[in-house]
């Protein structure tokens, strides 16, 4: 990637931005990665709620959450990823943190986001933890057999960045 120096920003993704994200998951992820149309999907469902950091027109991170069927105030933080060549710059960090302050606006009626993250990714874990995520459970078949996931929560509203 050729150097980025411009300013770096915060938002809803745009849709001339979908195939970015879906090409930024391919990388950032080992497969299965969600499919282009699952983006699309999300852009559709919660515009709010998908979020991207930019520099220079490109996409570094991602993040999108929607909101449960059955608690209206709780928020799954679906997926998140930062590109490779990028990680450790900080930029998830900062996109986390700018979704998380904005979320009371965004939706009031939310007092809780949650994930999962695989137990393994210590940077992951600890990124989650600063922003006021605890683990509340742990699921050792979460996407089927021996494929153990920890199931993090944070309160909105509560010190959380």
């Known amino acids: ?19 970015a994200v879906a090409a930024l998951e391919a990388v950032a992820f080992p497969p299965p990665v969600y499919p282009v149309f699952f983006f699309r999907q999300a852009f559709d469902l919660w515009p709010q709620m998908f979020w991207v950091a ?12 929607g909101p449960e069927f059955s608690n209206r105030q709780r928020l799954s933080l679906m997926s998140f990823a930062v590109d490779p060549q990028t990680q450790g710059q900080g930029i998830g960090k900062a996109l986390l943190k700018a979704f998380m302050q904005q979320l009371t606006e965004i939706a009031p009626e939310i007092s809780e986001v949650w994930l999962t993250a695989d137990p393994d990714n210590a940077a992951a874990l600890r990124l989650y933890q600063q922003h006021g995520f605890v683990q509340t459970s742990e699921e050792p078949d979460y996407y089927g057999s021996d494929y153990r996931r920890l199931v993090l929560t944070a309160q909105i509203g509560a010190k959380s960045c």
């Not at 411009?6 to 931005?17: A, D």
């Not at 520099?55 to 991602?62: Q, T």
Request: with cysteine; glycine share 10%; proline share 3%.
């Open 1 to 19: 990637m050729a150097e980025l120096s411009g300013e770096l920003s915060f938002g809803p993704v745009l849709k001339q931005e979908l195939a």
């Open 54 to 65: 930019r520099r220079d027109g490109h996409i570094l991170a991602y993040l999108i959450c």
